[in-house]
Structures are given as structure tokens and as C-alpha cells.
């Protein structure tokens, strides 16, 4: 969960490109679509899904798991905190109700040319950061080149085709774009967070940092206990506080956060009220982990709230970077072993779905045949793809839910007899005498239970398996650099998704540290995709590129699918307000919520009480 959002897309383009001096723009517009559509008109107010009267002030006490040593979220050096990014703004900020929206914050109106060559965006001249030294077009191209040159390596796949960014005129900002369709650019470019260049002269920017980052945002760093809790409390006198964007939100005085070791140990801080809102993740913690006083008073609140997101991607990531990953038969084997329905009834209480497409809860999901255009798109790769893509569906092993797997291993033990394994004193060995042994590597040590049932169907077909918890700063760090044998993920998709499939699937970020592209992937197919995808200049486009995508890593097994659930669990302690109906594509809490003075009254009178 994430209160601040800093866009991170990426995109490439195909078609052919006119000069930025030859082409034409459509004039200055409040906000930016993907396919041009925008909900809100140029004098809306704020967005329908605030209370535009939300009283501000209050605390709310939130969570993390882990730990941090750094408030620099823009490097991949340290461990950012979770809500680093609450300090900083971008040139334009998306909505909750859209799927592919942006408007002015930092920018008061973009240009984008017919041709999209170029997108110029106009500042808002009271826009400041929080020493109150006005945000220049001069700290827009410095953070621009600064982030994309020395920032997180994902920022320079998302920046890739972006030729400059340059200042015109005192106020605006104009960034060209390489030749191509350039559907996604204008909104990647309205996503450029703005630092101050000033306060980087003075203060190293790759360099990790518990000293708060200047920014320009609705809230600063108040006070750091390094990697044990962080408060963030509302900027005094917030340049933006009235924009329609920001009307209705950010409306706690301070934002508190605490760290922990795992969830375990989170839930417990709860129930003693140590902090007053959670999102539950875990099945078997929903389902028995709140038989409390405090629900059963009203002093807690129960909620499960419908997500209307994609659901994206949560997988076990099989790193082909390994050797014993290349084939994928043996991929498949692993996915023949993983007993789906056993385990969401008797470890996750049935409140599961299974993932079945990395577009999971959209129409973008590869459900059936493939359709005439996606068979289009798939046909100049047939020679290279599973011969079955064509005529089958995508399908996964299913099993009746009774632990008896039988079946389903022994097509494991087939495959992996073809691949090459062959058991040897209950080992599989290959023909070097090399063991096939694996290891699942997580920071949480309830995952061991939910790993615990593919764990022992492994064994049973003689892979030697290791389940490694380590802290949470190594778990990033190997990951980062993909020291790992299978990792679980989860990836949320865009509504609308783009040139960030690059950053996930394409051969470009395999071997770029910090990447999403966790199983290293490298198919001249996907990456065509994936060139489709951003080059679709209508949703029916998008569609039939997307599906054919989702079939072509499903069918490669370079990930194993796990579970989803297409709601919100939240626990929290009553003293807060809210609407009523939460925007479409967004969570609404904290961000839209409110501290109510008379709820917070009543429930410290009833807990002290009761004590």
C-alpha cells in the first residue's frame, strides 16, 4: 500500500516521425489520456471520488514489514522507506476513476504536437519546494537527465526513448521524443518527478540518505528512526493544497509508519493498537487472526472492499539465468507440481482465485483461443513458439483439491525424465551427476507455509529443495542482482499497459540490475509484443496485442502462477471518515480518508473504560 506515487513507465515506439518544427499541437490542454479521452473538463474542482470538505488534521498510523536506510526513493543503491516518494510531486498526477489519466500538478497545461514528437509542458509559476524556492523548467530537465543518467537503472528503460528534454521560454519545458508512435510518452514525460537542482549541488544524489530529500509534495520527513519507524507530517502553507487535483486529499496531519519484522509479528502491533489501519494480505490471518473484543465493541472495523484493478501478476519467478531453468520442460515439470486447489482450501480457506494470465481480473487475459488478430500477431513467431499455442487455450494443471496429485506428478516425472533428470538414489541427477536442487528465496517466514505443499510435491520427484528467509535488505539486494533459483512477485498492471511490459518481459531489462524482468527473459517474440502493445492505437489493438503477449509467457512456463483475490481486506481502528464510494482504480485509503474527531473521542473513551 502506497500513499505517494511516483509514475514509472516505459515504452518504445515503430511508425515514422515528422521534425518537432513541422508539427502541429492541438493546443494547451488540463490533462493528458492515453487514447484522448479525459472524464474531468478543464474547470472541474477536484475529482468525484473526494469529500472536497474533509476536515485536515490528525494522525494515522500505518505499517511496513522490513526495514529502510534510505529516503532517496530515485537510486537503487540502500533500501528506500515504502513512502519515500510522499515528499515529491510530478508534472502531472493521475486519477482515480480513470484508467489512463493524468492532470496538472507542477504543469499547468501540456502541449502535446499531432504527430506526438514532442509534449511541452507549461509550470505553474506558484509551484514551490519546501524552502519555499520556486520550482524552475531548469529543475525539471536537471531531474529529467539527473534520474535517467545516475537514477534507478529502471528509469533509464523508462526514459529510452525520450531524446532530450529542453527549457523555452522561463516557464515551459518542451521534451522530443525519437521517432515512432509515441503513444505512451507524453504521459511518461507527465510522470518525470521534480527535484530541486539546488539542494542536489549541496547534497550528493547517488548517495543513500537518512537526511530528508528536499522536495516540493504535500509532506515532508518530520522525524527518521532509522529503519524502525518514519513521520511524515503535512507541509504548512502547501503551494498545491487547492489545485482540483489535490482538493479533498492529503488530509492527515502526520503519517506515521512502523516497522517490523514480519506479519507475524505486524498483526500483533495492531490488536494492541500500536497503529490504526491495515491492509491483510494474509488468507489464514482474515480468515481467524481478528476474533477480537475490540470487533466485536465496534472499536475495530472489518472491510472488504472490491478492487476493480488488474490484478496483475503473482508468481513464482523461475530465473533462467540458472542453467537447470533453460528448458522448459522442466518449467513445466515445476508447474505440474504446484497443487493449487489443495492449497487454497486447506492453507488459504478458499478465498482465493487462481492467477491465470499476467493481466489477471481484466479482459486483457488470454482466456480462450486465440482470436484471428492475435493469431496475425503470433503467426511471423510460429516456428519458435509451443506448437499447441495455436489451437489450445491456455490452460493450467488442475487437480480435485484432495492432496492426491498422482497424475499430475507423474507428468512432472515425464517431463523431467525428457529434459534429462533421472532419479538416482531418490535424487534427480543429470547425465554430469549434477544434483537438481533449488532454492526458494523470501523475507517473510509465513511464505515457508504457503510454499510448504510445492515444496513437498518437489521432493517427491526427487528435486533437493531450501527455503531461504533472510532479512530484508538482503532479499532486495539479491534480487536486484538476481541471486536467486525462484522468488514469488507480485507486479500490478496497468489498466492501459504499455512500454513497461519492456521492463518486465523484454530482453533489454534481463540484464539490467533492478529490473522486473525477474526471470530474465529473452524472446525476439515477446519483445515484438511488446512493440505492438505500445504501438496499439485503439483499445481493440491493445487487446489483441496483450492477449497474444499473455499467451506467449504462459506458454513458456517462465513463471508459475499463484493466486489472487479481486478485494480489499482492510482492519482498522474507528476513528476515521470517508466516502462512501471509493474511486474505481484506486484503494481511496489513506489518501481520500480523514481523521474524525468525534469517532476518535468516543473510541478512546471506550478503550479506556475497558482497561
Do not use: C
Request: proline fraction near 5%; charge should be neutral.
Amino acid at each position: 500500500m502506497k500513499i505517494g506515487r511516483i509514475a514509472l513507465v516505459v515504452t518504445t515506439v515503430l511508425a515514422t516521425w515528422s521534425a518537432p518544427s513541422a508539427a502541429q499541437t492541438k493546443g494547451p490542454s488540463h490533462g493528458l489520456s492515453t487514447f484522448g479521452d479525459l472524464k474531468y473538463r478543464s474547470d472541474f474542482k477536484h475529482f468525484e471520488y473526494v469529500n472536497p470538505s474533509a476536515p485536515k488534521g490528525g494522525e494515522i498510523k500505518l505499517s511496513s514489514v522490513g526495514g529502510f536506510d534510505n529516503l532517496n526513493p530515485f537510486i537503487l543503491k540502500g533500501e528506500a522507506e515504502d513512502y519515500a516518494t510522499l515528499p515529491f510531486e510530478t508534472l502531472m498526477e493521475g486519477s482515480g476513476d480513470e484508467p489512463d489519466a493524468m492532470y496538472g500538478l507542477i504543469a499547468k497545461t501540456v502541449e502535446v504536437a499531432s504527430d506526438r514528437s514532442y509534449a511541452l509542458f507549461t509550470l505553474r509559476s506558484e509551484a514551490r519546494f519546501h524552502d519555499g524556492t520556486q520550482v524552475t523548467a531548469e529543475d525539471v530537465i536537471w531531474s529529467f537527465e539527473t534520474v535517467r543518467t545516475n537514477g534507478h537503472p529502471r528509469f533509464r528503460l523508462t526514459y529510452r526513448d525520450i531524446e532530450k528534454a529542453e527549457v523555452v521560454g522561463k516557464d515551459q519545458v518542451k521534451f522530443i521524443f525519437k521517432p515512432g508512435e509515441n503513444r505512451d510518452l507524453p504521459l511518461i514525460a507527465a510522470g518525470t518527478p521534480v527535484l530541486s537542482k539546488v539542494f542536489f549541488a549541496a547534497n550528493e544524489f547517488g548517495k543513500t540518505t537518512l537526511a530528508p530529500v528536499l522536495g516540493s509534495g504535500p509532506y515532508q520527513v518530520e522525524k527518521v528512526e532509522a529503519g524502525r519507524s518514519i513521520t511524515y507530517r503535512r507541509t504548512a502553507n502547501y503551494w498545491g493544497k487547492d489545485l482540483p487535483v489535490n482538493v479533498g486529499r492529503h488530509n492527515f496531519e502526520r503519517i506515521h509508519v512502523d516497522y517490523y519484522r514480519d506479519r507475524d509479528v505486524a498483526i500483533e502491533g495492531f490488536k494492541s493498537y500500536d497503529y490504526d489501519f491495515r491492509e491483510e494480505f494474509t488468507s489464514k490471518t482474515w480468515a481467524t487472526g481478528y476474533d477480537l473484543p475490540a470487533v466485536k465493541k465496534g472499536q475495530v472495523v472489518l472491510g472488504t472492499l472490491r478492487d476493480e484493478r488488474p490484478s496483475g501478476t503473482q508468481a513464482w519467478f523461475l530465473n533462467l539465468r540458472r542453467d537447470k531453468f533453460k528448458d522448459v520442460r522442466v518449467r513445466e515439470a515445476f508447474a505440474y507440481a504446484f497443487d493449487f486447489e489443495w492449497t487454497n482450501k486447506n492453507l488459504f480457506y478458499g478465498l482465493y482465485g487462481r492467477t491465470k494470465s499476467v493481466f489477471e481480473n481484466t479482459d486483457l487475459a488470454a482466456r480462450d483461443m486465440p482470436g484471428e488478430s492475435e493469431r496475425a500477431l503470433l503467426e511471423p513467431f510460429r516456428d519458435t513458439l509451443p506448437a499447441d499455442l495455436f489451437s489450445k487455450p491456455i490452460t493450467f494443471p488442475t487437480t480435485d483439491g484432495s492432496g492426491n496429485n498422482r497424475d499430475n506428478l507423474r507428468r512432472s516425472a515425464s517431463l523431467l525424465k525428457e529434459a534429462g533428470w533421472l532419479v538416482k538414489d531418490a535424487k534427480l541427477k543429470n547425465a554430469k551427476g549434477e544434483l537438481l536442487e533449488v532454492e526458494f528465496l523470501t523475507f517473510e517466514p509465513a511464505s515457508a507455509r504457503a510454499y510448504a505443499p510445492f515444496v513437498k510435491s518437489l521432493e517427491r520427484l526427487g528435486v533437493v529443495v531450501h527455503i531461504r528467509v533472510v532479512d530484508s535488505a538482503q532479499y532486495r539486494k539479491r534480487v536486484e542482482e538476481y541471486d536467486f533459483d525462484i522468488t514469488s512477485a507480485r507486479f500490478v498492471m496497468s489498466l492501459t499497459p504499455g512500454s513497461e511490459q519492456r521492463n518486465m518481459w523484454g530482453s533489454e531489462s534481463a540484464d539490467v540490475p533492478g529490473s522486473y524482468n525477474l526471470a530474465g527473459i529473452k524472446n525476439p517474440a515477446i519483445d515484438a509484443l511488446i512493440e505492438k502493445l505500445v504501438a496499439a492505437k485503439d483499445r481493440d489493438a491493445l487487446t489483441a496485442a496483450a492477449r497474444a503477449l499473455d499467451r506467449v509467457i504462459l506458454a513458456n512456463y517462465y513463471l508459475i502462477p499463484q493466486w489472487f483475490k479481486g478485494t480489499h481486506n482492510i482492519a482498522y481502528w474507528n476513528k476515521f471518515g470517508f466516502q462512501a464510494v471509493k474511486p474505481k482504480y484506486a484503494p481511496g485509503y489513506p489518501d481520500t480518508w480523514w481523521f474524525d474527531e468525534k469517532k476518535a473521542a468516543a473510541l478512546a473513551a471506550a478503550r479506556a473504560a475497558s482497561d
